[in-house]
């Protein structure tokens, strides 16, 4: 994955709460209410007899509300981020500005297309945290992965989340799977912004349930954005990503894979496969969705809740 060197980046959709700026530079770089990790939390709950809680974030993680302060707007600091990360030059020498190129270029995306599909975009920053902060949705703790807050309408990620991708699940990593996750918390605020959201039941879950429903179109919203990628135009009308290839696919793909439900179950939990607990969908779906989603680059070809089969 390459960036354009000229394309233009905008900082102004990041909130920098970490306190160091750009200081930890070991970025490798999803959703309804639960980030990826927040999945394996919920996973190994019910795998080893424990249980979630209502209330906290979307998904009913209990104990969140016991979280300590944390980071909060008033320790926003982008002074740094915004000295550094001016252009895709930038994104293709600092892991950080990279991160903010896939922002600007997933939200440029969206404010073009949204309108067709009958919604104004509305753009929704995405807060960099380092341990804990406070959501409108609960507080959160790194534990629980990336995710998007309907209630406050922004994504929250730790960004040391795109180690453990490589570290725990064995991923392949790399630019374009970090864009692939910050694509699919996007694809949430797509679904709020479409109404789908407020519709869906996050209490159940199971093979079928609105939870699978949900986070399997995220991830096809995801895949479509991944289709025009190359052609998504910065404020100066150059494209923020300049090349996208197949082994980039790929490395999405293989995380996609990783995050399924049921390879969660058997390589972080008790090994057995309980289809009755899934929230997120297994890893032959959601590869099935993004792949689904990057084919077609159509976002009407996403309507996980009007498949028959979700694969």
Known sequence: MQYNDDAQLDTSEVRDTRGG??????????????????????????????????????????????????????????????????????????????????????????????????????????????????????????????????????????????????TQFGATGGAFVNAYVLAHEYGHHVQDLLGIEGKVNHSRTGASSDSVRLELQADCFAGVWANHATTVPASNGRP????????????????????????IQSHLGSGQVDRSSFTHGSSAQRKKWFGTGYRGGDPNGCNTFSASSLG
């Open 240 to 263: 923020f990503i300049e090349d996208l290839t197949q082994a980039d696919i790929n490395a999405a793909l293989d995380t996609a894979g990783r995050i399924g439900d049921d390879w």
């Open 21 to 166: 700026g750009m200081g930890f530079g070991r970025v490798a770089a999803g959703g309804g209410g639960l980030g990826i990790v927040g999945l394996i939390v919920v996973v190994l709950m019910n795998v080893l007899g424990g249980g979630g809680s209502s209330g906290g974030l979307p998904g009913g993680i209990g104990g969140l509300s016991d979280v300590g302060q944390g980071s909060n707007a008033s320790s926003v600091d982008n002074t740094q981020l915004s000295s550094e990360c001016k252009t895709g030059a930038d994104a293709n020498t600092k892991s950080d500005c990279a991160i903010v190129a896939d922002i600007d270029s997933v939200q440029a995306f969206w404010n073009q297309e949204l309108p067709a599909l009958g919604a104004r975009y509305t753009r929704a920053d995405t807060v960099f945290f380092s341990g804990q902060t406070n959501t409108g949705c609960g507080a959160a703790e790194a534990g629980v992965g990336p995710f998007y807050c309907p209630a406050d309408k922004l994504v929250y990620i730790d960004l040391t989340f795109f180690d453990q991708l490589k």
